[in-house]
């Protein structure tokens, strides 16, 4: 008798372990943590892709990109 339905539904899928384009960009960089909010090309990349890309809050806020609450 043949089953209906997806035998591994519901089951735990493996999300791999990717790294961002933003550390994609830090690590083209060469930058340290320290280093980012003195880093003009990374700024520069911020602001083209922060609304788009994943981009830490603390350098949002930093930059001024973002409202400080």
Same mark, same amino acid.
């Given at each position: 008798?043949?089953?209906?339905?997806?035998?591994?539904?519901?089951?735990?899928?493996?999300?791999?372990?990717?790294?961002?384009?933003?550390?994609?960009?830090?690590?083209?960089?060469?930058?340290?943590?320290?280093? %980012?909010?003195?880093?003009?090309? /990374? +700024?520069? =990349?911020?602001?083209?892709? *922060?609304?788009?890309? %994943?981009?830490?809050?603390?350098? /949002? +806020?930093? =930059?001024?990109?973002?409202? *400080?609450?």
């Amino acid at each position: 008798m043949r089953t209906k339905g997806n035998p591994n539904w519901g089951k735990g899928i493996e999300i791999p372990n990717l790294p961002t384009s933003f550390d994609e960009v830090v690590r083209r960089l060469r930058l340290s943590v320290k280093d %980012y909010e003195t880093s003009a090309p /990374l +700024k520069e =990349w911020v602001q083209k892709h *922060k609304d788009s890309r %994943y981009v830490p809050q603390d350098l /949002l +806020k930093a =930059w001024g990109f973002v409202e *400080k609450f």
